[in-house]
């Protein structure tokens, strides 16, 4: 096929006038004759090196660009430390959620056995036991992410994320799924076109995706299509619940929030609507309670 294409070339480039060179610049001058000497090959190869040459260029005058390229070709060959952690949740805003508890666990349970690294968006998080911090998409955020061994994150990680062999992705994912995920949802309305192909592949990386139940196992399988290893061993997070002195606990935090201890409480947290939003990941807020109603039915107690 090449030697046809070949010919084909010889013949159409034949028959353009002498003059049409002149106004071309030197890289496709040099197609056109290559082109009129049916060398497909030097135009296959002369084509790959201006991609390469024009790839560089755009990855050295963009810094988020150059910082990729230096984490895929050059520290993702470095040797993995073995014995790091690099913990994320919600994207580094914050020390919280399973992450955490599984951080202050590991350190608990096997002190100075792991370096712990937590990814934040720029503002310190308080963290126990002196773990290392790392600004989300700075040099050495790049520079961890490609060298650790262990990931522990409860949301997705990066699109250009390598999976790099013997590397361990803990994902703990950050709630019951009691709206539709991903592969479950008919629209997705404020996200990129791309958010189920990019969901898909993320999800492919994970080795361990930990789900709080039977009930969120089962979705998590088909909202993620996911058929790797799950953990029904519920939420780190939610072990504070099971502690035997959990009524003190009670007690000492209505204090901190001023709550008469004889009172009981309701906590209200819903998760965001897909088809309710201002722009892309900015999602509105509608409150959809009676609050009068409540203070009626409620009483005082």
Known sequence: KREEIGECLKEALGKMGSGVDDRLDRYARQLVQYGKRGRVDKIAKKARGNARKQKMQTVFHSRSMMKRYIYRKILCKMKMIPDMVVFESFFGKNYSDSP???YEYLNETYPGTYKCVWVNTGKKLELPYGGKQVRRFSFRYFYYMARSRYFVFNGRQPRYFVKRKGSVFLETWHGTPLKKLVFDMDDVTSATPLY????????????????PNQFSEEIFRHAFMYDGNMLETGYPRNDILYRSDREQLTGEIKDELHIPRDKKVILYAPTWRDDEYYGHAKYKFTLMLDLDRMREELGEE
Do not use: H
């Open 100 to 102: 955490k508890y599984i």
């Open 196 to 211: 189920k192909e990019e969901v898909y592949k993320q999800t492919r990386a994970w080795d361990y995706l930990v789900a």
